[in-house]
């Protein structure tokens, strides 16, 4: 079980997330391969353009500037079926096929042979009602995060979507803001397969997220 590692106001928290919000959607883009700089997303961010990127790569990151104003604006709604699909309406806006709606074909993931199942309505929500039924602490939000990944429910963008999902709860809550440097794309893609590939190596890559991807506020 992780300790909360912080324990922010929720007024801490969203300052902590506005003043950061440039440099998490960079990480984010970051982790999805585009070769952007932080001053090149701080331009996209303002309604510039960078030349060098392509149309999908530009949505990839204003679609992420559009769902984390969203999710700020709605910090104090419940998590539900509805809210994580319009998150992922926003995330996959013009990029993916039926943005905000479940996957009805099969996938295949990079880096392994493991195949997501089909999931089902029932499947997203048992994970959110075990996450509401429990005590909301660093450790059960970092559970919610990764078992969303895992279950695949939308036919792409599951990993950005999951992740401000759980800084949604994160932020409501005080615990902090995940991101995922560069520095540690590579390890966090490793233990996030062993995880797909088999359910006991959650702890492994939740202790991974909580070490080096939990910032917040000390006091």
């Known amino acids: 079980m992780l300790k909360n590692k912080y324990n922010m106001t929720q007024e801490q928290n969203i300052f902590l997330a506005k003043r950061n919000i440039i440099d998490v959607i960079w990480k984010s883009a970051l982790l999805e391969g585009i070769p952007v700089t932080f001053p090149e997303?701080?331009?996209?961010?303002?309604?510039?353009?960078?030349?060098?990127?392509?149309?999908?790569?530009?949505?990839?990151?204003?679609?992420?500037?559009?769902?984390?104003?969203?999710?700020?604006?709605?910090?104090?709604?419940?998590?539900?079926?509805?809210?994580?699909?319009?998150?992922?309406?926003?995330?996959?806006?013009?990029l993916v096929e039926n943005p905000g709606k479940m996957r009805i074909y099969d996938v295949s993931m990079g880096g392994t042979k493991w195949k997501p199942e089909l999931p089902t309505k029932e499947s997203l929500e048992k994970i959110i009602g075990n996450y509401n039924k429990s005590e909301i602490t660093?450790?059960?939000?970092?559970?919610?995060?990764?078992?969303?990944?895992?279950?695949?429910f939308f036919n792409d963008g599951n990993k950005?979507?999951?992740?401000?999902?759980?800084?949604?709860?994160?932020?409501?809550?005080?615990?902090?803001?995940?991101?995922?440097?560069?520095?540690?794309k590579a390890e966090f893609g490793e233990k996030l397969i062993s995880y797909y590939e088999n359910d006991e190596k959650i702890e492994e890559l939740k202790n991974f997220i909580y070490t080096n991807c939990l910032d917040g506020i000390k006091e």
Do not use: P
């Not at 660093?138 to 695949?152: E, G, P, R, Y």
């Not at 800084?167 to 540690?184: M, Q, T, V, W």
């Open 138 to 152: 660093t450790d059960s939000i970092i559970t919610l995060m990764c078992k969303i990944m895992k279950l695949q």
């Open 160 to 184: 950005r979507t999951a992740m401000l999902v759980a800084n949604h709860e994160l932020i409501k809550n005080g615990k902090g803001i995940i991101s995922i440097a560069e520095e540690y």
């Open 41 to 94: 997303t701080q331009t996209i961010y303002e309604g510039g353009n960078v030349a060098h990127l392509g149309i999908d790569q530009l949505q990839i990151i204003n679609n992420l500037k559009h769902a984390w104003r969203f999710c700020l604006a709605t910090i104090n709604d419940k998590i539900d079926n509805n809210y994580i699909s319009s998150i992922h309406a926003l995330i996959g806006n013009n």
